[in-house]
């Protein structure tokens, strides 16, 4: 059984920076794909950050050079970074892995509130 848990949502000023964390139960961590998404009401699931367990990075363009993912493997635990926030940055952020046989498991997530 995979569960993630995140924390780190906070409310923080306009140019404030936050770190998420996301801590993952279960043996494939090391395998596997991690995800950060968020989500604002009404919209669909938007993927920020990807580090694969190739190492490959991707970011998407509204946070570029603003977030990092990381990830560190003897701790099980992924990590997004955020810094100089935006009041567009204002919604619920979503771990996920994704395991070698392409199944998904998502955290809670945790709401992220920047006030100008």
């Known amino acids: 059984q995979v569960q993630l848990v995140e924390s780190g949502g906070s409310v923080v000023q306009a140019g404030g920076s936050l770190r998420l964390s996301c801590v993952i139960s279960g043996n494939m961590f090391t395998v596997a794909h991690m995800k950060w998404y968020r989500q604002s009401p009404g919209n669909a699931r938007e993927m920020v950050a990807r580090?694969?367990?190739?190492?490959?990075?991707y970011y998407a363009a509204p946070v570029k050079g603003r977030f990092s993912i990381s990830r560190d493997d003897a701790r099980k635990t992924a990590y997004l970074q955020m810094n100089n926030l935006n009041t567009g940055d204002t919604v619920v952020y979503y771990c996920n892995l994704e395991d070698a046989r392409g199944r998904n498991f998502w955290g809670q997530g945790t709401q992220v509130t920047v006030s100008s």
């Open positions: 580090l694969g367990s190739d190492r490959v990075l």
